[in-house]
């Protein structure tokens, strides 16, 4: 019975691993264009959606930690990869990753919390602004069935991208005397 038992979990790992891309950039060194890595970094994101679909968030979580740790910055330049990260880490519950992803965009906190599942009719996610922090509140059969082009993420993409414009330059009128003074 145990040979069996170890037969399965066997064949339930080779098949996971077949989910798995071989690694992050399958053909060998980091993709060298930008539009290159975008669409590596958009497979693999894809990759993790399906395997949390398929019931394996710990290997989702992990294509996705591999995914954002190492390529952020073209994350957080392009709007569609910033949708596609916070749709793959959410399917996948990487919550504290997305968590750091937000911080790394935005500079702000995020923290989610998942209600009980029997809380009645599905609720639709709920946004607690705090001075430091950013909390959602979301209900996971809500969360089950999160598509990529939903306007809960539509919005929350935009609001993550919205760049505010850099104060202007402005000229000092009068000159500054710039020497050391002795103490």
């Given at each position: 019975?145990?040979?069996?038992?170890?037969a399965?979990?066997?064949?339930?790992?080779?098949?996971?691993?077949?989910?798995?891309?071989?690694?992050?950039?399958?053909?060998?060194?980091?993709?060298?264009?930008?539009?290159?890595?975008?669409?590596?970094?958009?497979?693999?994101?894809?990759?993790?959606?399906?395997?949390?679909?398929?019931?394996?968030?710990?290997?989702?979580?992990?294509?996705c930690?591999?995914?954002?740790?190492?390529?952020?910055?073209?994350?957080?330049?392009?709007?569609?990869l910033?949708?596609?990260?916070?749709?793959?880490?959410?399917?996948?519950?990487?919550?504290?990753?997305?968590?750091?992803?937000?911080?790394?965009?935005?500079?702000?906190?995020?923290?989610?919390?998942?209600?009980?599942?029997?809380?009645?009719?599905?609720?639709?996610?709920?946004?607690?602004?705090?001075?430091?922090?950013?909390?959602?509140?979301?209900d996971?059969?809500?969360l089950?069935?999160?598509?990529?082009?939903?306007?809960?993420?539509?919005?929350?993409?935009?609001?993550?991208?919205?760049?505010?414009?850099?104060?202007?330059?402005?000229?000092?009128?009068?000159?500054?005397?710039?020497?050391?003074?002795?103490?």
């Amino acid at each position: 019975m145990w040979r069996l038992i170890r037969a399965g979990a066997k064949a339930m790992a080779e098949q996971r691993h077949d989910m798995l891309p071989p690694a992050l950039w399958p053909n060998g060194p980091r993709p060298s264009s930008e539009d290159a890595m975008a669409g590596a970094v958009q497979a693999a994101l894809t990759t993790a959606v399906a395997l949390a679909r398929a019931g394996d968030c710990r290997s989702a979580r992990q294509v996705c930690a591999a995914v954002v740790l190492d390529a952020q910055p073209i994350i957080a330049a392009r709007k569609e990869l910033v949708a596609v990260a916070l749709h793959a880490l959410l399917i996948a519950e990487g919550f504290k990753l997305l968590s750091g992803l937000v911080m790394a965009v935005t500079g702000r906190s995020v923290r989610v919390i998942l209600l009980p599942e029997d809380a009645g009719p599905i609720a639709p996610p709920l946004v607690r602004e705090e001075p430091w922090r950013t909390t959602y509140v979301l209900d996971p059969r809500w969360l089950a069935r999160l598509a990529p082009d939903d306007i809960f993420l539509r919005h929350w993409c935009d609001v993550l991208t919205a760049r505010e414009p850099d104060p202007p330059v402005v000229a000092e009128s009068e000159p500054v005397l710039r020497h050391l003074e002795p103490v």
